[in-house]
Structure formats: structure tokens, C-alpha cells
């Protein structure tokens, strides 16, 4: 069949076959998916059991609650980032801090305190690196914003998150620290392990089929807000990561790669300590 025929068809199903009250956006949007999932099925002669395995995949991937992993491992998470920072440059909201992906690990409802906090709950200690990271947040002008709020959170030593990962304490690597009245937050942590995708999940499934891994370099997530402020989704990676720039989501950029500091002498690593806030 060819392309006009199937766009035709589908919008009689769709549009033609509205005999109710519709919601116009919602059926230009389903004409035109189902319009090119036609024309690829057409193009690509999809025969009807590589068709319904097609729909067995994406049951299994959403009972498994792995939707939002396949989001970012096919890139389309990032995509929507490129064009949110698009639409951000077009209305002049440009420089600071770099956005990025969210991924489909958050939990809201973290514990907040103001300034600093830790982040782990001490059960890994005995073999993490311990990370303290600070920092202010500034508004457009590049002023401090005392009282905006940083939300943190980042995997544990075997790149899981906390509920995902129900060994781990709930909200165990996940904070939001209010900035101080100088607009700074400060926190204590562990050095986290890059995140694998599920080994036998679905989304490892179809990377596998596209020989790709699925393997994200060591990072921690923050979202930046404060009222009558654009919301920061963003990042940053531990440098020297073997995955740092083939992140199977997509989300490493230049300027998300801090410098880290290693400190050795127990003086200079007391003096970072949680209850010593500004180094
Ligand atoms: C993660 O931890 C993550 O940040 C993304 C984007 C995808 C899967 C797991
Ligand atoms: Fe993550």
C-alpha cells in the first residue's frame, strides 16, 4: 500500500470515525504515530509475528516497569533534553550549569535539611571512597539564592538506587539540601558506582539485539529549584570512568565532568568533615 493510501486510511480511523467529543491534539498526535507506524511496517514488510513480538516486548517492558530505562536507552530522553535546552537558548535562557537527563530513578519526598547533609547511610563505608562536593547556586545574574532548593541523589556501591534496590534504607543516597543564606549547599557521600541496566530485564533484551551495551558512567543527579525559577535537571560524572563518554543513555556533557580533589592526609580529611559545613 502506498503512503497517501495508509495516511487516508488511518485518518478515518481516527479522525473521520469521531462521532464524540475529542481531544484534538492527542488525535493528531495518534494519526501521525500510527500513520508512521504503518508506512515502516509497509516499508519494511514487518510480517505479523515480528509484529506481535513487537507488542509481547513493550507488555513485557512495562510490566517489568522498565519503559522509562528503554526512554533513555534509546536516546529519547536525551532527545527531549536537546530540544528543551533549544527552546531555553531560543528564549535567551543560556550558560550556568548545563542541563540534562532526569532518568527513571528519582523519588520525591527525600529528607531536607538546610546547608548540608549526608547523603549514605554509612553501610558501605568500610569500602567506598568518601565524597564531599560543594557548591553555590546562583540566579541568572549570578547571584546567590539563599533558600533554592538542590535535590541529590546517585547510586551505591553496585550502581543501585535506594526503593529500586529494596536492600538498600529507604531514601539512602537521596537528600534535598536548602541552600544556605549565602546560597551554598555542601554535602557528604560515597563516591557511587556506575548504573548497569538489569542484566535479564527487557531493556538489556533489545540492547543486546542492537549490540549495545548497557552501561552508564558514575554520576550523581541534582535538580535545582526555587520559586519563579526554571527548575536544573542535571548531572554530574566522576572523571575517569570508563564509561564517561559512552554513556548508554546519552546524558555525559562537557561541562558536567567536575575536577575532583583526592585528599589523603587525615588532617586535611578531617577538616571536610559533615560537621565542618564550609570548607
Ligand atoms: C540511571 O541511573 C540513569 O541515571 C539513567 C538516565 C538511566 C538509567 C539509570
Ligand atoms: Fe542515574
Not at 550556568?96 to 563505608?125: K, N, Q
Request: with cysteine.
Amino acid at each position: 500500500m502506498n503512503h497517501a493510501a495508509i495516511e487516508t486510511l488511518v485518518n478515518q480511523w481516527v479522525v473521520q470515525a469521531a462521532d464524540r467529543p475529542a481531544n484534538p491534539r492527542v488525535q493528531q498526535v495518534v494519526v501521525r504515530l500510527l500513520g508512521d507506524l504503518c508506512k515502516a511496517i509497509e516499508d519494511l514488510d514487518v510480517t505479523p509475528s515480528e509484529f506481535w513480538s513487537g507488542v509481547s516486548y513493550m507488555s513485557a517492558a512495562g510490566a517489568a516497569n522498565e519503559l522509562g530505562l528503554l526512554a533513555a536507552g534509546l536516546g529519547l530522553e536525551h532527545f527531549l533534553d536537546l530540544r528543551a535546552e533549544e527552546a531555553e537558548a531560543k528564549a535567551g535562557l543560556e550558560g550556568g550549569t548545563p542541563r540534562t537527563i532526569e532518568g527513571p530513578l528519582y523519588v520525591a519526598g527525600a529528607p531536607e535539611s538546610v546547608g548540608f547533609a549526608r547523603l549514605d547511610d554509612g553501610t558501605e563505608s568500610d569500602r567506598a571512597e568518601t565524597l564531599v562536593m560543594q557548591g553555590t547556586v546562583f540566579d541568572d545574574d549570578g547571584k546567590p539564592m539563599p533558600g533554592a532548593k538542590v535535590e541529590v541523589w546517585h547510586a551505591n556501591l553496585l550502581g543501585n538506587y535506594s526503593f529500586f534496590d529494596r536492600t538498600q534504607s529507604d531514601f539512602n543516597l537521596r537528600r534535598t539540601i536548602v541552600a544556605d543564606d549565602q546560597g551554598r549547599y555542601r554535602f557528604q557521600s560515597i563516591i557511587p558506582v556506575g548504573y548497569g541496566c538489569p542484566p535479564d530485564g527487557t531493556t538489556q533484551q533489545l540492547l543486546d539485539l542492537l549490540g549495545r551495551h548497557g552501561q552508564r558512567p558514575a554520576h550523581i543527579h541534582f535538580f535545582i529549584s526555587a520559586s519563579g525559577h526554571r527548575k536544573l535537571t542535571t548531572q554530574i560524572n566522576i572523571e575517569g570512568d570508563d564509561y564517561l563518554w559512552d554513556d548508554f543513555a546519552f546524558a555525559t556533557r562537557e561541562g558536567l565532568v567536575p575536577p575532583i580533589t583526592r585528599v589523603t592526609d587525615p588532617a586535611r580529611i578531617d577538616a571536610q568533615r559533615l560537621d565542618k559545613p564550609f570548607a
